[in-house]
């Protein structure tokens, strides 16, 4: 709860015109906002031209923000949007095999080390990006980054159930590709 009552000061302050703030702002959730971009588009290059954009637009729609503690959804959110745009307007998902296997960035595996085991990363990123972008944004929210449903749907606009039916269409899905045994690769602990 210090974070969002920290962001809700930098935010009162970046909304009165204090860039400073904003930058504060920017580099407190610049880990989580990469993260979440780098799992998202599978390119670490994509996923920095996305993140700038939706600091870029978080700044200057700074003033649409209601509520300052919510910093941290919002943004997630804008960068939520700004990906689905992106990755609607590139439709560069059809990898096949070793060639696939090859393409796939250092940064994208090293992004999913902390969720699974790192001789399976790369095989679970190529799966993760095979998925339907919508499928694909409520596994990466739920499962790599840990919201509740209840966050995510205020980030995608989606309702809870629909998320909670998403992630689990996500994770069929995964499993056909992966094996039953991947199951205890995006396993939260309760």
């Known amino acids: ?10 935010v009162e302050r970046a909304q009165a015109g204090d860039r400073d703030a904003f930058a504060q702002l920017a580099t407190r959730h610049s880990d989580r906002l990469t993260r979440f971009l780098i799992t998202m588009a599978g390119d670490e290059s994509i996923a920095d031209d996305v993140r700038q ?8 729609h700074l003033d649409q923000l209601l509520d300052p503690t919510r910093f941290a959804s919002w943004l997630l959110s804008i960068a939520c949007n700004q990906c689905r745009k ?27 080390s902390s969720l699974v085991r790192r001789e399976d990363a790369l095989q679970l990123a190529l799966a993760i990006e095979r998925l339907p972008i919508l499928l694909r944004e409520a596994f990466v929210l739920f499962a790599v980054e840990g919201l509740p449903y209840s966050e995510i749907a205020a980030i995608t606009g989606a309702t809870e159930g629909t998320l909670q039916v998403r992630a689990h269409r996500a994770k069929a899905l995964l499993r056909q590709q992966l094996g039953a045994g991947s199951d205890t690769w995006w396993q939260r602990p309760q």
Request: charged letters at 30%.
């Open 1 to 10: 709860m210090v974070a969002e009552a920290n962001d809700a000061v930098l």
């Open 53 to 60: 954009e939706s600091l870029q637009r978080a700044f200057t």
């Open 86 to 112: 992106r990755l609607r307007a590139d439709v560069q998902r059809a990898h096949a095999g070793d060639e696939a296997l090859a393409t796939v960035s250092d940064g994208r595996r090293s992004a999913l």
